[in-house]
């Protein structure tokens, strides 16, 4: 640009021109409107950039809250189908491994270890898998008579939280439960969980149980013999009296 | 930053706290409620079946016997349990041995007993054990 007063070439900057020394009007307004322009860009950008932070702040706590609900939905889920995914998960075991349980199982039988046989199918929930379905009624008859010797348990205890009656009570529905897995009615059990080896299996652990009510019990032979046939409150009142005879 | 807005901080701070806190909960309770290899059982130590017989009677030590069996824990793997495996293995055949000498099996009886020598050899210096099944069961 040029001096309003002697006409010589001026920066727009230049306040006061070098050659006669005459004020630059031109210049102080455009170092002005520099200010205020300047002033107004940054205050537009500290804006810009409050309201981006504040966006980001607020979408990222938002964004957390949401993956943590679906975290704890899922693991609600997991937790009450907690014992859904672990029998799937057993079963999918069992099938891996089905030759070695059955081998295991069979041996068990043979050697008639009716506790550990009993335990080894609890303890790793073969007694669920439809797998070794076969051996619902071995299993079941075993179980009986570890409950049977765990009750007995209590009634030779002399310290035992159980009462005599009570512990005789619970005996007698399980050799009740017992002589029901010994002669089964059920055309769809027999056909289904009965075989000779398990019918030989259920007959010897069913004789050894009675040689031992005989012996703890008192009972005769004679009252063996009759004792399957009666009812359960009966047998119930036969093992009392023999017991209060016999004592500890 | 208006009162507004920053209450929706607040709310989202606070949810977020929360949730962590449900989550942590509920992760501690999933690992807590599985065992390996999908058993609710876990082993028993030896000292654990020695002091049940004090604590809960033979049974017990039977019971804990059979439950580390099944778990894939045998005696003659670990000799910790040479004594507490014996002593179970006693209290069963005395059990027995006693019902079928009451009831008169007397033969069958000797292969009870064949199996508490068994046990009573594998107490070693524990012998007291046997001893103390024998007054228990009456068989003394």
Known sequence: ?248 | MSVSKEKKYVVLNILIVILSMVLFVMVVGLIFSTTPGGSYYDKYTSGEMLRSVNFSGYQAVSEYRNINEALGIYSKECDEYMVPYAIADYYEAAFCDKGYRAAGEVDKAGDYENAMDDAKGRMGEHTFFADEIDVYLGLD
């Open chain 1, 1 to 248: 640009m040029k001096c309003e007063n002697c006409g010589n070439n001026l920066g727009i900057e230049e306040e006061i021109c070098p050659y006669c020394g005459k004020e630059n009007r031109f210049a102080k307004k455009h170092i002005r409107d520099m200010h205020k322009y300047n002033n107004s860009f940054n205050s537009t950008r500290e804006e810009v950039l409050a309201n981006s932070r504040r966006f980001s702040a607020f979408t990222v706590r938002l964004t957390v809250v949401a993956i943590l609900v679906a975290l704890v939905a899922v693991s609600f889920v997991i937790y009450f189908n907690r014992y859904e995914l672990e029998t799937a998960r057993k079963e999918r075991d069992v099938k891996r491994h089905l030759g070695q349980y059955r081998a295991k199982i069979e041996t068990m039988m043979d050697d008639r270890d009716y506790l550990s046989l009993e335990s080894y199918m609890r303890v790793n929930r073969l007694t669920y898998s439809e797998q070794l379905d076969e051996y619902y009624v071995v299993y079941n008859a075993s179980a009986a008579y570890h409950s049977f010797t765990e009750y007995m348990a209590y009634l030779l205890d002399e310290d035992s939280f159980m009462k005599d009656e009570e512990a005789i009570e619970q005996i007698a529905t399980l050799l009740e439960r017992l002589y029901g897995y010994a002669s089964p009615t059920s055309e769809y059990e027999i056909k289904k969980y009965y075989n000779d080896e398990v019918y030989a299996y259920i007959d010897d652990l069913t004789a050894h149980t009675e040689i031992l009510v005989r012996g703890y019990f008192g009972l005769s032979d004679e009252d063996m013999e009759s004792f399957r046939t009666l009812s359960r409150a009966r047998k119930q009142v036969m093992l009392e009296e023999g017991y209060a005879h016999v004592g500890k």
